[in-house]
């Protein structure tokens, strides 16, 4: 018997051929997902890195006012006194570099409105500040001049802050994203009862999007069913009514629902014309957490019956029969044998549905009112309107860690493996 190596017809030894191979097939499938990895890269894991670097990043402060931050890192925040004349001396040196830069980074008023959202007076103190050394700022000894310019350069709660605040990280976003933030003595302290904010709209939309999966999932539930047993030409046309609210504007929805559900809206007046309620008593069901859910469920309603849907299709209508056939009621029979195969698919929607409606911010702030917006509304608000991105994106992670753990309770309790779209 020959022990020469087998080889393939152009003379390549059978093993090398067979490497080249299960490289090129390699290489090949690298490529067909390389483009679906490179759009989940730029559209989900680089968003949410900047999101999450973003709500820690406090580089600007230090980038801005360097030599300040150099020597107030030396100060005694304890000794009562304000920082000596060479702080004051290397400030008025930042706020002139910061005057003739024409860097967009290097800018007095950015960091004085950083520093208001730690402490009301920042920003007009800085701005008035920078105003004077934009007409050739002042002269020595520099700590009176600064207090002349305004008297909180005085008050050493102030440079406190900015000590704190001018680590090149800061956990002031975190803290104040729930509800907490610094004493002037530099401890840690939950806000006053009044003030406290984000942890009850954290409550609230946990508590709002858990409702709406319920609701969605018993209403859906039967709608599934029955287009599960239909003949396929009428459950195919049943599909089009499920599917048509895909093919309308989300803005055109919920306004419909604003005209339905105002006090002088559709639903009002017919309950009026039939005599259900008088018309000095019309309901309240806009512009509050009512008009939320109503809206809401609305828009959600379809990704609760697809999934319930693909599974339901899949169950044998044999298994309802043979639990029937040894004795089972109609009753016994569903919750026992059909409900249970189930399971996925109300597992796969719950999830979906409740996700969704975590992240809605569009549909509650048409129809919310102050008592149905949630944190999604808040963390658009510092967006666009407060610019507080640091802060909202704080707000953002904090709702992220919040869904991932409420997924890992979910893949504890039901499993992520039951669960099936289709």
Not at 119 to 148: D, L
Not at 247 to 269: D, F, P, Y
Not at 307 to 336: C, E, H, N, Q
Request: charged share 20%.
């Amino acid at each position: 018997m020959s022990d020469a190596p087998l080889v393939t017809v152009d003379g390549t030894p059978l093993k090398v051929s067979l490497g080249r191979a299960k490289r090129k097939a390699k290489i090949r499938a690298l490529l067909l997902v390389a483009p679906l990895f490179l759009f989940i890269l730029l559209t989900f894991f680089i968003p949410i890195m900047s999101m999450l670097l973003r709500s820690v990043d406090n580089e600007n402060v230090a980038y801005t006012l360097p030599n300040t931050a150099d020597l107030l890192a030396e100060w005694d925040v304890d000794s009562g006194d304000l920082p000596d004349e060479a702080v004051f001396a290397a400030l008025a040196a930042d706020f002139k570099a910061a005057t003739v830069s024409k860097e967009d980074d290097i800018n007095a008023t950015k960091v004085g409105t950083r520093f208001n959202y730690e402490k009301s007076g920042f920003r007009s103190m800085f701005r008035k500040t920078n105003k004077i050394f934009e007409k050739g700022g002042v002269e020595p000894p520099y700590k009176e001049a600064f207090i002349k310019i305004n008297k909180r350069w005085g008050d050493a709660d102030y440079w406190r802050v900015m000590q704190r605040e001018m680590r090149g990280k800061t956990d002031s976003y975190y803290l104040a994203a729930v509800d907490s933030g610094y004493t002037d003595d530099g401890e840690r302290a939950m806000n006053k009862p009044g003030k406290r904010i984000y942890l009850k709209l954290y409550g609230r939309t946990l508590g709002i999007s858990l409702l709406i999966t319920c609701i969605c999932l018993l209403l859906a539930y039967p709608v599934a069913y029955l287009l599960s047993i239909l003949k396929s030409r009428t459950s195919n046309l049943l599909m089009i009514l499920v599917l048509l609210p895909f093919w309308t504007s989300l803005l055109v929805r919920t306004s419909a629902w604003i005209a339905l559900l105002q006090k002088e809206g559709v639903i009002n007046s017919v309950l009026v014309s039939i005599g259900v309620i008088d018309d000095a008593n019309r309901l309240l069901m806009i512009h509050n957490a009512t008009g939320t859910i109503i809206a809401m469920v609305h828009v959600l309603l379809p990704f609760m019956i697809l999934p319930l849907y693909s599974v339901m299709k899949t169950i044998p209508p044999s298994y309802m029969r043979a639990a029937r056939s040894l004795g089972a009621t109609p009753f016994t029979a569903f919750t026992k044998v059909y409900m249970p195969n189930t399971v996925p698919g109300i597992g796969a929607g719950a999830i979906l549905v409740f996700i969704l409606a975590i992240g809605y911010y569009i549909t509650p702030a048409l129809v919310g009112g102050q008592s149905g917006t949630l944190i999604s509304n808040e963390i658009a608000r510092h967006l666009e309107t407060s610019l507080n991105w640091g802060l909202a994106a704080a707000l953002g992670a904090l709702l992220l860690v919040a869904v991932f753990a409420l997924y890992l309770v979910y893949d504890k309790i039901v499993g992520i493996d039951n669960m099936k779209l289709g």
